[in-house]
């Protein structure tokens, strides 16, 4: 019974012992993929452990390594450190997103209106963000936040536009560009980024 238990604590403590630092040389980069994202994000954290956009990203690289409870913590973190501040919020709900937690992404992106909505820079790319996989209706969502606090932000209206385009939403897209060109009918640049956007897409037909 004694000799049970003893293993039993020592199994325990095994499992709790840190794991050792990686040396971070050819061999490693080399190796193992999920070794490799969570070995640098650990290393990220140990390096700015209070920076809240780092704690996001490190949670991004743990969700790619599929270490879900992992990335948790760091998300946690960050949005404990900066509660208030749109573009962690959305960095949290994209890396959510891009590894196909809907549910989590819908609600990190539904605080960045509740805890930042002037934050133009956040909810843009928020509804970037979503177009860019599918979710229009929830995209436009966030573009009419958008135009609530700026109706004449026509380079966010040229970005919103390319990502639609990018999805093969080429109808909505129209209305997007339509309405950037509308706002700058002499801006060179917002032409050639148009049809920079449909050559690179191949959106031609």
């Given at each position: 019974?004694?000799?049970?238990?003893f293993?039993?604590?020592?199994?325990?403590?095994a499992?709790?012992?840190?794991?050792?630092?990686?040396?971070?040389?050819e061999a490693?980069?080399?190796?193992?993929?999920?070794?490799?994202l969570?070995?640098?994000a650990?290393?990220a954290?140990?390096?700015?452990p209070k920076?809240?956009?780092?704690?996001a990203?490190?949670?991004?690289a743990?969700?790619a390594?599929m270490?879900?409870p992992?990335a948790?913590?760091?998300f946690?973190?960050?949005?404990?450190?900066e509660?208030?501040?749109?573009?962690?919020l959305?960095?949290?709900a994209?890396?959510?997103?891009?590894?196909?937690y809907?549910?989590?992404a819908?609600e990190g992106?539904?605080?960045?209106?509740?805890?930042d909505?002037?934050?133009?820079?956040?909810?843009?790319?928020?509804?970037?963000?979503?177009?860019?996989?599918?979710?229009v209706?929830?995209?436009?969502?966030?573009?009419?936040?958008?135009?609530?606090?700026d109706?004449?932000?026509?380079?966010?209206?040229?970005?919103?536009?390319?990502?639609?385009l990018?999805?093969?939403?080429?109808?909505?897209?129209?209305?997007?560009?339509?309405r950037?060109?509308?706002?700058?009918?002499?801006?060179?640049?917002?032409?050639?980024e148009?049809s920079?956007?449909?050559?690179?897409?191949?959106?031609?037909m």
């Open positions: 019974m004694r000799a049970a238990l293993f039993l604590a020592t199994f325990a403590l499992a709790q012992a840190p794991k050792p630092t990686p040396i971070f040389n490693f980069f080399n190796g193992d993929r999920r070794a490799i969570e070995g640098c650990d290393r954290r140990s390096i700015k920076d809240a956009k780092y704690l990203e490190c949670g991004r743990y969700l390594a270490d879900k992992k948790e913590v760091a946690k973190d960050a949005e404990t450190r509660p208030k501040d749109g573009l962690v959305r960095l949290i994209q890396a959510w997103l891009k590894h196909g809907k549910t989590e819908l992106y539904e605080k960045i209106v509740q805890r909505p002037k934050n133009k820079e956040a909810v843009t790319q928020a509804a970037v963000d979503l177009a860019e996989v599918g979710l209706n929830e995209a436009e969502r966030y573009m009419g936040v958008l135009v609530a606090i109706k004449d932000s026509w380079e966010r209206f040229l970005m919103f536009g390319r990502a639609l990018v999805a093969g939403q080429r109808k909505k897209a129209a209305v997007w560009f339509a950037a060109a509308t706002l700058k009918p002499n801006e060179e640049k917002l032409f050639l148009i920079r956007a449909f050559a690179e897409t191949q959106s031609v």
